[in-house]
């Protein structure tokens, strides 16, 4: 709960920066594409910062997920593990029972 409520009050944080940042930067500035035959654009500064750290971020979140793949397998295939383990178990739980049951039923017919 406490880490649930830390990660908001970064994530709020992080927001405002954010929003001062883009008050602050309202410059225009033009972009040009050099090689491209494109016009020139005219935004506001922190529109291609912004835009920037977002290529930035999806692209680290895409490289982490690749990144974890093997770990995620691993995990996968320990979890179907131990579900055959758990069943297994049960097995012999309910085995053993059934044989407690019948030898102290062969036990009270003597």
Same mark, same amino acid.
């Given at each position: 709960?406490?880490?649930k409520? &830390? =990660? +908001?009050?970064?994530?709020?944080?992080? @927001? &405002?920066?954010?929003i001062?940042?883009a008050?602050?930067?309202r410059?225009l500035?033009? #972009?040009? #594409? +050099?090689?491209l035959?494109?016009?020139?654009?005219?935004?506001p500064?922190y529109?291609?910062?912004?835009a920037?750290?977002?290529a @930035?971020?999806?692209?680290?979140?895409?490289?982490?997920w690749? =990144?974890? @793949?093997? &770990? $995620? /397998? $691993?995990? /996968?295939?320990? $979890?179907?593990?131990?579900?055959g383990l758990e069943k %297994?178990?049960?097995?012999?739980k309910q085995q053993i029972e059934?044989l407690? =049951?019948s /030898? $102290?039923?062969g036990t009270? %017919?003597k």
């Amino acid at each position: 709960m406490v880490i649930k409520i &830390l =990660s +908001w009050i970064a994530m709020v944080a992080v @927001g &405002l920066l954010v929003i001062l940042f883009a008050i602050s930067n309202r410059t225009l500035v033009a #972009l040009d #594409l +050099w090689p491209l035959p494109t016009p020139e654009i005219t935004v506001p500064y922190y529109l291609p910062v912004l835009a920037a750290s977002f290529a @930035g971020f999806v692209g680290g979140a895409i490289v982490a997920w690749f =990144s974890a @793949g093997k &770990l $995620r /397998r $691993r995990a /996968r295939t320990a $979890r179907k593990k131990v579900s055959g383990l758990e069943k %297994n178990l049960d097995k012999l739980k309910q085995q053993i029972e059934d044989l407690e =049951s019948s /030898r $102290r039923a062969g036990t009270t %017919n003597k």
